[in-house]
């Protein structure tokens, strides 16, 4: 089974996360820049967090 490519054709298990870190901010960065870069519209960021919890966030590029 082939890996899920992200835009960049980088494999989604080589991007750099951390559970516990930074990683919402890191992964709401990089969905602004794939939106500037293929001059998209709407992005959706979906994370689970630790203690069951849950967030989205939905962005429109204006």
Known sequence: MR?????E???I???PS???GASGAR???TMLY???AGGGRLGLQSM???GGMA???LIERL
Do not use: I
């Not at 890996?3 to 835009?7: C, H, I, N």
């Open 3 to 7: 890996p899920f490519r992200g835009r």
């Open 9 to 11: 054709g980088r494999p």
């Open 13 to 15: 298990e080589s991007w």
């Open 18 to 20: 951390h559970w516990a």
């Open 27 to 29: 992964l709401l960065t």
């Open 34 to 36: 794939a939106l500037e």
């Open 48 to 50: 689970c967090e630790a």
């Open 55 to 57: 967030n989205a966030t």
